[in-house]
């Protein structure tokens, strides 16, 4: 059984599911970007390289720091599966990996990167919805937002800092 998604094949388990991509330690510095081409709740997506063909396999990635309700889990789920839909799904971002790659499921574990100014033109054309107000939204680098922090800083999941990945925690 596989699912489609965007022109990619994904498979419904996590057992069906291997890594394939090599991230960097300093994704912003080689400014390797993905497309987003699922979000599976508030701190997991998947993601393809920007110019794959229509076959290529998704990476799974799973936020690392955070930990998020699933989407089908009232009442904080849906919100946080919402919100995350919004920010990053069919956009390019940055991933970038800790000390440890992947976590016992197979997923890569990542630190997700989105150019600034993709948050903002995304929040001006949406309609206002009771799930997130775009005053809260913050940035810290001049040219990325780390997507873990400000997922934690909109109230959508709670920090999650797990040694040894914990190289954003402050």
Excluded: W
């Excluded at 022109?7 to 510095?29: A, E, H, M, R």
């Excluded at 789920?77 to 799904?89: E, H, R």
């Amino acid at each position: 059984n596989q699912l489609k998604c965007s022109g990619s094949v994904l498979p419904n388990t996590y057992t069906d599911y291997k890594p394939i991509q090599v991230f960097s330690k300093n994704c912003i510095k080689e400014n390797k970007e993905f497309k987003v081409v699922k979000v599976f709740d508030g701190d997991t997506i998947a993601i393809i390289p920007i110019n794959s063909n229509k076959k290529t396999r998704y990476e799974k990635i799973r936020f690392i720091g955070i930990n998020a309700f699933k989407h089908t889990q009232p009442p904080y789920g849906d919100p946080a599966y919402k919100y995350l839909n919004m920010l990053v799904l069919g956009k390019n971002v940055c991933i970038e990996t800790d000390v440890d790659e992947h976590d016992k499921y197979g997923r890569t574990l990542g630190y997700v990167f989105l150019k600034d100014g993709v948050i903002e033109k995304t929040l001006k054309f949406r309609t206002t919805s009771d799930f997130m107000s775009s005053k809260n939204l913050t940035t810290k680098n001049p040219k990325y937002t780390l997507v873990n922090e400000d997922i934690i800083k909109n109230g959508y999941a709670i920090l999650y800092a797990s040694e040894p990945n914990t190289r954003y925690k402050e």
